[in-house]
């Protein structure tokens, strides 16, 4: 497929818009259509996925933040057992809320570490260097926007100690099976033995509350998901009438994975920029997003298959949520 060079104002020829616009014409000009879910996170993306966490729907901030809040010694215990000097890396920190626990816990407990707090988004990265320090007294701070492994290399030139990646809010959900291994073993080959990885997963449990957490009744899911074709609107000179789709989410409790799509309403027509025209078909779909679930055999055999050695799981109080920390061997 051909992808078209961006024709937006010279201003806004920034590498970032140009990335998103080669990303949005291939994922739209794709058999399936599709959107990388990445992109999700502008200044209103962040917002409503602060909202999307609030709501009562959305069981896994509860169980993560219980686990954080009512682990976070046993958490720093593991962390501090081999003596070695360590710096915690945050691959998509968001706000931080969970991981506050333990960067306090661990401030507090005067063990000598910085916070590399690493993310897409960069209100995200602004809003944590503004408000985290004064949270967290003596806490060493140093945020990097931009995409995970990019940010990693970057944190390699900048420290020796040993490395601990906490990778939270289920993001590693955000990836289909074989998409997660591939990203855990490409972690992997930037990390070094007794480096380690705390990881929270989403557990499989009953289908329809997966599914309701992905619906949620005042609908700000679905205003997630429409924030993506507006970004598009807004960032790349596009004409998406968001009332002409429906969002559509599914869970395969075969599988563990809840899907995201939008559905178009009608045989319609969108323009990006000056030169790119999208062709919908009434009730054809974008593929939005995957939230993966996993069980716990499961998890173990991605570790085992991308380079790790489960160390502990630590669950909140219903084992609906976990988070793994893993070792490189
Ligand atoms: C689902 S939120 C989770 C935030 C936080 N970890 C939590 O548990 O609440 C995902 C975060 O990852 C960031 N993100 C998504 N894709 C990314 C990428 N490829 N590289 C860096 N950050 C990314 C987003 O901007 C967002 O802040």
Redesign the pocket.
């Known amino acids: 497929m051909t992808v078209i060079p961006i024709t937006l104002a010279p201003g806004k020829r920034r590498a970032a818009i140009e990335n998103f616009y080669q990303d949005v014409v291939r994922g739209l000009t794709a058999p399936q259509k599709y959107l990388d ?2 992109y999700f ?1 502008d200044a209103k993306g ?1 917002a409503l ?1 602060q909202e999307i ?1 609030q709501c009562h729907e959305y069981y896994l ?1 509860g169980c ?1 933040m219980e686990i954080l809040s009512s682990q976070a010694a046993a958490i720093a215990a593991e962390l501090c057992s081999s003596g070695e000097a360590f710096d915690i890396i ?9 991981s506050i626990h333990l960067l306090k816990y661990l401030a507090e407990k005067g063990v000598d570490y910085t916070y590399y707090p ?4 960069k209100n ?1 990265i602004s809003l944590l260097e503004k408000t985290l320090p004064a949270n967290v007294p003596g806490l060493k701070l140093h945020g990097l926007n ?3 492994f990019d ?1 990693l290399k970057r944190v390699g030139n900048l420290s020796t100690r040993k490395k601990v990646l906490l990778f ?2 289920a ?1 590693i959900g ?1 990836f289909n099976v074989a998409a997660a291994r591939s990203f855990c073993r490409e972690l992997r080959s930037m990390l070094s033995p007794g480096d380690r990885l705390l990881t ?1 997963f989403d557990l499989k449990k009953h289908p329809q509350m997966i599914l309701s957490a992905y619906n949620d009744g005042a609908g700000i899911t679905r205003a997630f998901n429409f924030n993506l074709l507006e970004r598009i609107n807004r960032e790349l000179d596009a004409d998406f009438d968001i009332s002409r789709f429906d969002h559509f989410p599914t869970y395969d409790p075969g599988t563990g994975a809840c899907k995201s799509y939008l559905v178009s309403l009608a045989n319609q027509k969108v323009r990006i920029g000056d030169d790119v025209v999208i062709t919908f078909a009434e009730h054809e779909t974008i593929y939005m997003e995957i939230s993966q679930k996993y069980s716990l055999p499961e998890i173990a055999q991605l570790a085992a298959t991308s380079g790790f050695e489960p160390v502990t799981y630590f669950f909140d109080s219903k084992r609906w949520f976990t988070d793994c920390l893993w070792e490189c061997y």
């Open positions: 879910s990445k996170y962040d996925f966490m901030t993560e945050e691959l998509g920190a968001g706000d931080a809320t969970k690493i993310d897409i988004s995200v931009g995409e995970y940010m939270m809010g993001n955000n929270g």
